[in-house]
């Protein structure tokens, strides 16, 4: 990470916790162009300071990643099986 911390991004033990738990990456199709621990600083920042997406730092992934990340994985119900393996 290149840019200064945000007082919302994820600490090391928080990312630690959450990287097993994300889809990994295809072995077909783009590289992704960002990390997931950037998506995820991304969506942290929208959701805990209550600001629409399109008024994301510019330091951060574009606004259109983020989002797109975010509701795939909503979609697919990754934030519902990441509670249910972890017995919350």
């Not at 783009?30 to 300071?49: A, C, M, T």
Request: glycine letters at 6%; a positive charge; aromatic letters at 14%.
């Amino acid at each position: 990470m290149t840019r200064a911390a945000y007082p919302n991004d994820l600490t090391d033990a928080e990312w630690n916790v959450l990287f097993p738990l994300l889809p990994q990456a295809s072995p077909i199709g783009r590289p992704r162009k960002w990390s997931l621990r950037e998506i995820l600083d991304g969506i942290f920042y929208v959701l805990r300071g209550g600001i629409a997406w399109r008024s994301m730092p510019h330091d951060l992934p574009p606004w259109q990643t983020i989002y797109h990340y975010h509701r795939l994985w909503r979609l697919r119900g990754i934030w519902e099986l990441t509670t249910l393996q972890n017995g919350a």
